[in-house]
Structure formats: C-alpha cells, structure tokens
C-alpha cells in the first residue's frame, strides 16, 4: 500500500491558506483585539467608582471632562458603559462573522485542493486505500481544520490581546501585586506545552481510528446486499461496534489526560490570586497609601480576567493538536507524489487516427507478479481487434495500461506512433472510449449519465446514442423518460440496462478508440444479440478493442488475439482459429456445448 507522505509542518501550511484572505483576517483580528479590549473596561470602571464613590474622584474625570457634580459623575459613568458595552457587542458580532467566514473559506479550498490531488492519483492508489478512510480525510479532518479557525484561532488572538493590555493595567496599579499575580503563569506555559506533547499522539490514534470505522461503514452500506442475503447483519453489526468501541476508548484515553488539565491549572491559579488579594488587603488595612478600595477591586477584577482564562489553554491546545492531527492527514495527502504524472511537454495533436501499438510491454503489480511478458501488438486505425483468454490471462489490465491508469513496467505503448507517456492524459482518455463490464451509474437522470462528462449535449444526441445501443425503448416507457432518475449506483436499473446506458455513453463520446470490456457480460442473449447488430455501426470508423468471454462478440472483429499467461498465444480470425484447433476452439466448443 502506497502510504501519504508525512508532511512538514502542516500548521503552517494550514496558516498559508488564511495568507490568501489576508485582508479578511485582518479585519476579524482587528474586531476581535478592540472587543477583547472593551471586554476588560468593565473591572476598570468599576474601580474608578469605588473610589469616586469614596471620595477619590480621579483628577482625569475633572481634568479632561470637567466633571465633578455627583449627578455629572453618575451619568458620565452611565453613558460610558452604554457606549462600552454597545461597540463591545458591535466588534463581537464582526469578529464572530468575520472569523466564521474566513473558516469556511479556508476549509473550502482546502476541500478543493485536496479532492483535486485526490482525483489526479493513479488508480492503484484508491485500490490501495479505503474509500472509508479518504472520505474521512476529506470530510471529517477538513471539518475538524474548520472548527479551529472558528474557535481556537480567535481564543489565542483574545488571550494574547487579554495577556497584553491586561498587564499594562495591572504593573500601572502595583507591579509588586501584578509580579506576584503572574507566578503561576510561566508553570501553566511549561504544563500546557508537555500536556501538548503528551496528548498529540493520542489525537493521531483518534484520527486513524475515524478512518477505520469510517471504511467499515462505507463497506457496509455499499454491501448491504450482500449482507442480507448471507443474513450477516449481527456479525457486521459485531464488526462496527468492534470499530467504534476502538474509537471510542482511543478518545477516552485522550478525554482521561485532557481532562486532568484544567483542575491542575486551577490550583495554581488559586495560589496567585490569594497571595495578591491577600497582600492588597494588608496594605489597605495598615494604610501605607500604595493601594485604594477601588485599585484592589480594579485588580482583583483584572486578575481573574488574565489568570481564568489562561486556563483554555489547555483547551486551545487541545483544539490545535487535534487540528494538527488532522492537517498531518491532509497535507500528507496532497504531498503524496502521483505515480503516473502528466508529461511537462506533452505531445501535440491535431488529429487522432487510433493507431495503437505495443512494444515489448511487460507489466508487473507491487506484489511482483508479472502480468504481462513481452507483448508486441500492432492494431491498425479504424480496425478491430477481439482480445479473448481465460481469466486472469491479462486482458483488463492491458486495456488499463492502454488508458494509461498504470504505466508499463518496460516497453512501450503508442497511439500514432506517439508513446501514451507523452500525451497529455485528459486528451488521452478523452480519446478512448470504455464501457466497462463493471458498469457506474452516477445518482441522477437517465440523460445525464448518458451525457456524462460531455458538458452541454442535446437530447437528440442523446437519445440517438440510446437507440444504437438499444436502450431508447426502455427509456420511453418510464413515466419520466429521459430525465427518470437512476438511484444511488443505478440501482433501479436491471444489469443489463446500466450495461446498455454505459455503450450509450461510450457512443456519446464517439472517441476513436473504443474498448468494450465485456461490454455484453450483463446482458440476456436477446439482447447481445440486438447489440451485436449493430455492432459494425457502433465501432465504424473507430480502432475497437473487444474483450469478451462470450466469443460470439468477438467472431466479426478484423482480428482476434488469444492471450495466456501474459503472451499471445493464437491469432487470426475466427474460422482459422477454429481451425487451429487450440485455446480458441476449445473456448468456443465448451461456449456451444461441444465439450
């Protein structure tokens, strides 16, 4: 199995997507420093009422408003926190709004970019990887991206801002006080980075444990039929709740650590805020004039503002380690290199004839089993070729290297005399027409799958290619016709329809390449026999290669090759391969019942 790579530093490359909304984060951490600011007025104007109260009015409130009237006072501090509390709720708004969007923003690309990787890779890739656990990445672990910049984010842009300008009120009050104040502080740094450390490996165990759970699952749902014709739902009931159990308790063990964070803290915290208070106290009730009733109310206040909250940090660390974890998945993702990259330089074009030939192909899978051996095969423009074999000769996995969704170990494959490893892959596969023996139906309408990937094509056309492929009489006796939706996988649709809507799209696309892989394996002989009919028409003009185990499709191609173990072994057309009497005849005979 091909494993993502491990990237390095995936925060900062989280922190590089916010880089392209630059002016959006600005502005969201600007709303949010002035809240956060606003948001510590409310210990300071209850301090200076104290002491106006007390008969320390401060000489600013005289100096700068010329107030000193009881009345005056009390309505100034009135206006003041109504205009306080009003911008306060203002920047709040703007902040949460602003921080919300660029989240969405951020995961959206994100999303994009990853899914685009994800579709550029080499089909070994997904066969490799669990479809459960890409979905997990590109669904859970992006979501997981999204939360942080919605939440985490702004909490460590409000307790840098709280941290800053609280102190700069708390060391003009008393610095003796605020030194005291702030003992705890650097333990809580030191406890939070090793709880941080502690805690990361966990989260990576959680993130895998989703994936596997999420791979059951999807394993489940999609063989649901399976299931209950074997009647296995209690033991794959037993097999998912095996794989929740696994997630559940590897978030447990992670619940268990986190959760003895902030009780810890909580002492500590306690420990500074009753030796300040402590102290304040002292100095008031001997007089030694370095505090006032409403400077150790102000810094009481203030304290709890600063040394509270730094007990998110846990949390905040915690909310980053998982996002971590997540942008670990993410980023390896996207760094994982594609084994069949597009050429720098691709070929150019105009026109393609469809000439295909092979030279010396030899092709192996990562288990080192050699496929195919020294093939040398030259199929003519516009001709068409039968490919027959038992199972397992390599007849599919020579049509994948055709297209190109593996490249060959040696030799060469070449279309117009131009090895595919030098065409560009869109204009290579756009240039080969397949209809697979396995048969996927998008969940949508009957047009639209028959017009898949063929952007704005008219109905005409597309009924056209569904009477060639004897599809359009089915199609009109459905109450909705064209536009009657298929379900999940077409679902709704016999094996033989979806077999039928797949020549009709292959059709559509009138590539000069076609291949039809078992492309009648699903139908009844009724109608391979009314395909085959029109066969000629379908493949005219077109280099056509046609795998089939039923011989009878292959018996009006210009050409048929016999493949064993990789080679060709029998060539010719279908009466002088019978009369060779070998692999070709003995299929054919045991096809007809002559055993």
Do not use: C
């Not at 995961?107 to 990853?114: E, I, K, V, W």
């Not at 999204?146 to 939440?151: C, P, W």
């Not at 952007?455 to 359009?472: R, T």
């Amino acid at each position: 199995m091909q494993e993502n790579y491990e990237p390095k530093k995936p925060m900062n490359r989280l922190f590089k997507y916010l880089g392209a909304y630059s002016k959006q984060m600005n502005f969201a951490i600007s709303s949010s420093v002035i809240n956060k600011i606003l948001d510590l007025m409310p210990p300071i104007m209850v301090g200076w009422l104290i002491d106006t109260v007390s008969g320390n009015v401060p000489a600013w409130l005289a100096e700068t408003f010329g107030v000193t009237e009881p009345v005056g006072i009390g309505m100034f501090f009135a206006i003041l926190i109504v205009v306080i509390f009003s911008v306060e709720s203002f920047t709040e708004w703007l902040f949460k709004l602003g921080f919300m969007r660029l989240a969405q923003r951020v995961q959206h690309d994100l999303r994009m970019d990853a899914y685009r990787q994800l579709q550029s890779r080499e089909i070994a890739y997904f066969e490799n990887n669990r479809t459960g656990n890409l979905m997990s990445m590109l669904n859970d672990d992006i979501n997981q991206l999204e939360r942080f910049l919605n939440t985490s984010f702004n909490e460590i842009v409000q307790l840098i801002t709280l941290a800053f300008f609280a102190s700069i009120w708390l060391f003009g009050v008393s610095w003796e006080l605020t030194l005291i104040g702030f003992v705890p502080i650097p333990l809580i740094f030191i406890g939070s980075f090793y709880f941080q450390r502690m805690i990361g490996p966990y989260y990576r165990k959680v993130r895998e444990a989703v994936g596997t759970l999420s791979n059951r699952l999807e394993n489940n749902i999609s063989g649901i039929l399976v299931i209950k014709s074997f009647t296995a739902e209690n033991y794959e009931s037993d097999r998912v709740a095996a794989a929740s159990e696994n997630y559940r308790d590897t978030n447990f063990k992670a619940i268990k650590l986190s959760a003895s964070y902030v009780p810890l803290i909580r002492v500590l915290i306690s420990l500074g805020f009753a030796a300040t208070m402590g102290l304040g106290a002292y100095w008031i009730i001997i007089g030694n004039g370095k505090l006032t009733v409403g400077e150790l109310t102000l810094f009481a206040m203030m304290i709890q503002r600063v040394l509270w909250p730094v007990t998110r940090l846990g949390s905040v660390f915690d909310e980053f380690e998982r996002a971590k974890a997540s942008a670990r998945r993410i980023f390896g993702l996207m760094d994982t290199p594609n084994q069949i990259p597009n050429p720098e330089n691709p070929v150019q074009i105009e026109t393609v004839k469809g000439e295909v030939t092979l030279r010396d192909v030899r092709f192996e899978y990562d288990n080192g089993l050699e496929i195919i051996k020294g093939l040398n095969l030259n199929i003519v423009a516009g001709s068409s070729i039968g490919i027959a074999g038992t199972t397992g000769a390599g007849k599919t996995t020579l049509i994948k290297l055709l297209l190109r969704l593996y490249d060959t170990t040696s030799g060469e494959i070449l279309i117009d005399n131009h090895d595919i490893k030098n065409w560009d892959l869109t204009k290579l596969r756009r240039n080969i027409g397949l209809v697979s023996q396995d048969v996927y139906l998008f969940h949508g309408s009957i047009r639209e799958n028959i017009a898949y990937g063929m952007g704005e094509v008219s109905l005409e056309s597309v009924k056209n290619a569904a009477i060639k492929a004897e599809l359009h009489d089915y199609i009109i006796q459905l109450p909705n016709g064209y536009e009657t939706i298929v379900g999940e996988r077409g679902i709704k649709l016999s094996g033989g329809q979806r077999q039928r809507l797949s020549i009709a799209r292959a059709i559509l696309k009138n590539a000069p390449i076609l291949i039809l892989d078992e492309a009648t394996s699903s139908v009844d002989t009724e109608t391979e026999r009314a395909i085959q009919k029109s066969l000629d028409e379908l493949t005219k003009g077109k280099t056509a290669l046609i795998i089939a185990h039923r011989l009878s499709t292959l018996r009006h191609a210009d050409k048929i090759i016999v493949l064993k173990e990789g080679n060709i072994v029998e060539s010719g057309s279908h009466e002088s391969l019978l009369a060779e009497a070998g692999i070709y005849a003995d299929l054919w005979n045991v096809q007809i019942g002559e055993f």
